[in-house]
Each structure stands twice: as structure tokens, then as C-alpha cells.
């Protein structure tokens, strides 16, 4: 048995341009056969648990959608995208879908310093890292509030910034997993002293330095995920869907050396015990 730990499947339609045209596949559209088609699809392949994320405020009237589904655990937030909207709006909406059910986790949430800050000038870039800094600690303090972990997505150039904020924030009180995790090994020992798990997708196996981070993350503080609907380049192109956590436990278990069938065990059981379900 399989979990995804990490896949957006009410998700919002990708932007064209983003989209390299001629990979292989269509390209998803989140209607609701194709939606009940991916999750089937995993189910089919043993993947019977997924984190659902909905982390774009437009995508929220599809939260309770996602609550009527089997099998997903229901992470909601407002990522860092959005962190030039109206922040206590963002927030007051956020809280009203917490109402209507209490989800396991508040995600994603964190700090990207790359994506959206193309042609940018440097007085913009500084509002546009100040404004998701602040995104990132109100729902920290929303987290602590109601007692729930933290889904933190840490672009590149975030490292530092991520800690310092978690530390202020005291967001070990609720812990939380570091997703699609990318960057230096150092951090690991850090975040994991202070309650967060690190989860890994699937082309970041394929990384020198991340096979490091991941033969130092210890087996009780990992998590695999697929961040679906994600395109990748590599051969073949094509979009990653939560059916293909298979390939990533298979990918990381192997790194490890653990049997697949030990290391899937413990996976389910640190997102049992980081989720609380
Ligand atoms: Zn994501």
C-alpha cells in the first residue's frame, strides 16, 4: 500500500504558456471524470491514501468537493502565489472552509523567491518577499491556533528565512512536513529537531546533491509525494499523477535499502502520526 503525500487533485487549470506543448499525454483539465479517473487510477496501482492540497483561494469552493472523497486527507492554505492579494481577506476566506470541516494540515504555505519575480524591479521583488513573509506567518499563527501541522513548500534562496520564521512563529509546536524538498542538506537535522518531516518527489532522486539529503533523512522523518498534476522534462515528458508515488518509493526505497514493502510501511505510518488520520 502507497501514499501520496503531497498532490493537488482539485486543482486549478495550468496556464497554457507553462506548459511544454508537445509532452506526451494531454494536458489535465481538473474536470471531474478526469479527477475521478486519477484517483482510480492510483487506488488501481495500491496507492490508497493521497494529501489532497488546495492551496490557491480560487480552488476553495472545491474544498468540499474534496471532503466528500474516500481516501484523501484534506490539507488547505494559501500559497505564497498569492501573497500580493488582500491578506486578511485571503485569511477571513481560509478560515470560513476550516469551519466547515477541520483539516489535517495548512498548506502549502512557505517562501519561493523565484517563481514570479521575473521582471521584476528590485523595489517589487522586496514587497513581493515582505507580502509572502507575512502570508507565511499569519497561517502559522492559524495553524498553532487550531492545532494542526504545516505543509511548507521552501523554494530555492528561502532556507534561512523558512527556519527563522518557524522558529519566531514557534511553528514546532504543530510540526509539520517540508515538501518537494530541493535544497542543502544542512537544514535537515535542524527542521527535523523541531518536528518537521521531509517529503520527496519524483525527479529529485535523479540529484546528486538530494540523494545526500535523502540517505541523511532518518526512515521516521520522510515521506514521499508526487505534487501532482507536475510536468516534468525529463524523458519521457510527461505529467506525474499520484499513481506514479510508485515509482518514487521505489526510486527512494532502493537509495535507502530498505525492502519496498518495509519502506512503505513506515512511510504510511509518519504521515499517520504527522497527519492524524
Ligand atoms: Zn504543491
Known sequence: MYIDCHAHVFFSPFPTESVDMDL????????????????????????????GVISNPKDFPRYQEQLERENIIHVIGISRNNALNDLSKMISLLKKEIEREKPHGIGEIGLDYSYGFEGLKENEKNVFKKRQQALFKSQITLAREIDIP?????????????VEIIKQGKAQDVGGQIHGYMSKKELVSELIDMG?????????????????VIEITPMEYLLTETDSPYHIMDSPKKFI??????????EIARLKGIKLEDFNKQIIRNARTLFRF
Open 24 to 51: 506526451i499525454g494531454k494536458m489535465p483539465t481538473p474536470t471531474i471524470d478526469f479527477i475521478n479517473e486519477m484517483i482510480s487510477n492510483a487506488k488501481k496501482k495500491g496507492v490508497n491514501y493521497i494529501i
Open 150 to 162: 504545516i505543509v511548507v513548500h521552501a523554494g530555492y534562496g528561502t532556507d534561512r528565512d523558512i
Open 196 to 212: 518537521f518531516y521531509f517529503s520527496f518527489g519524483y525527479i529529485h532522486p535523479k540529484e546528486e546533491e538530494l540523494q545526500r
Open 241 to 250: 499523477l499520484p499513481e506514479d508515488v510508485v515509482l518514487v518509493a521505489e
